[in-house]
Structures are given as C-alpha cells and as structure tokens.
C-alpha cells in the first residue's frame, strides 16, 4: 500500500477493500472514499506482547486501523514525514514517530539491550527513547516522522555511521548499534545528551537521520 507524497509534510494512501492499514490517532487530515477509523487496542499485528512492551517503555502511541475503499490523507503536528519502502527486511524506529504504515507489515517490539548490551540500555537513559524500539518486516511502505526533513544514510561492511542520538530516527537492514563516548562512565553521569556521545551503526543497511536534535 504505496504512500504518495504530497507535499514533504502531508502523505497520500489508497485504502483497498480487504487490506488494512494503520496510522497514528489524529494523523488523518482529510479522506475521500468509504474509509473507516477504528481505535487499535493491541497496537497492530504485534498483538499483546508488542503492546505491553511498548507500555513497559512507555511508548504506548495509539493506534488507529484504517479499512475501506478510498484515499486518505495522513500529517501530524506540521512534521516532516519520510517514506520508506520494505521489501522484506526490517525497520527499527520509535514508536512516537510512525505516522501510518501498511497493515501487511509484520509488528513487533524489540529490546535496544539485546544490541549493544549495556550501552544499548545506557543510550536508551541517554537519549529519552525507550529501552524498546518498534520494529516492523515484511514487504510494504511506512511513512515516518521527523524534525526538519530526513537523510538515509547507507551502511556498509568497514564502513559504519556515527549518528548524534537525538538526531536518529530510524534504520533498518542487518545492522547493530551501539553508544559509543570518548567519556569515562564517571563523566557520563549527569550529563546529557549530545556530541559526546554518538550512536555507532555498522553492518549493511541503512539509518535514518533528522536535521535537528529535538524530539517529538
């Protein structure tokens, strides 16, 4: 369920019958058609486990299921909005940013600690995100949000990308990430984020960046 971009903060999907689609509640801007919007308890095709996951972090975004047949319209709070496009591999990125995305994606919530170990949990701290980071696999498109518009990155074996935490908005591919800081762990303690520490992606796919350093 491909997106049309409309402009760089507004995105286009086709709603067919018989294919659902899901999207951040109060996304939809506008829609024509035979469209329907019905609050997601379970948090998509993650089920139970990926909502109390995303709980656990507290990274519970609402979710709407989108069904019918017709166009919709989908922007939020004026942020600039990056489609990606998967052909069977996986996107991690954080709850708070998926604007909508097709509902043939496979859901998911996996725990940043299990890449990078501990660090993976010390960026977690650093950096405001949760702990778990949403995944989503399959083949079909994800429209996502991001401050001040969105560069991918390719990432390549011997090759990897250091990304300023705040900045980071998605990756996907075979890639593992890790915090790394020229700072003892004394001098880590009360400090926030920012160039002392950067986020060190490496292996083969790609990451996402954002042209500022604020949140969502």
Do not use: C
């Not at 609050?39 to 095709?45: E, F, K, L, M, S």
């Not at 047949?69 to 709070?77: K, L, P």
């Not at 998926?98 to 960026?123: C, E, H, K, P």
């Amino acid at each position: 369920m491909p997106f049309r971009e409309i402009n760089s903060k507004m995105v286009e999907a086709t709603v067919v019958p018989g294919q659902k689609m899901y999207s951040q509640r109060g996304a939809m801007l506008a829609y024509r058609g035979e469209v329907s919007f019905t609050p997601n308890i379970q948090g998509g095709q993650g089920g139970v486990m990926s909502m109390i996951g995303r709980r656990v972090a507290n990274e519970a975004t609402p979710l709407m299921t989108v069904e019918g047949n017709g166009t919709v319209m989908f922007g939020h709070g004026g942020h600039h909005i990056q489609v990606i496009n998967l052909a069977g591999d996986t996107l991690y990125v954080e709850a708070d940013r998926l604007l909508a995305f097709d509902g043939a994606l496979q859901q998911g919530t996996m725990f940043m600690g299990s890449q990078g170990g501990v660090m993976g949990m010390v960026r977690g701290q650093v950096t405001g995100q949760g702990l778990f980071t949403t995944t989503l696999k399959g083949h079909g498109a994800v429209a996502v949000m991001a401050h001040g518009g969105v560069i991918e990155l390719p990432i390549t074996p011997g090759r990897e990308v250091h990304v300023d935490p705040q900045a980071y908005v998605a990756h996907h591919g075979d890639v593992r990430n890790k915090l790394s800081t020229a700072l003892g762990w004394r001098d880590m303690v009360g400090r926030g984020s920012g160039e002392a520490f950067q986020l060190e992606l490496s292996g083969s796919g790609a990451v996402y960046v954002q042209a500022s350093e604020e949140k969502l």
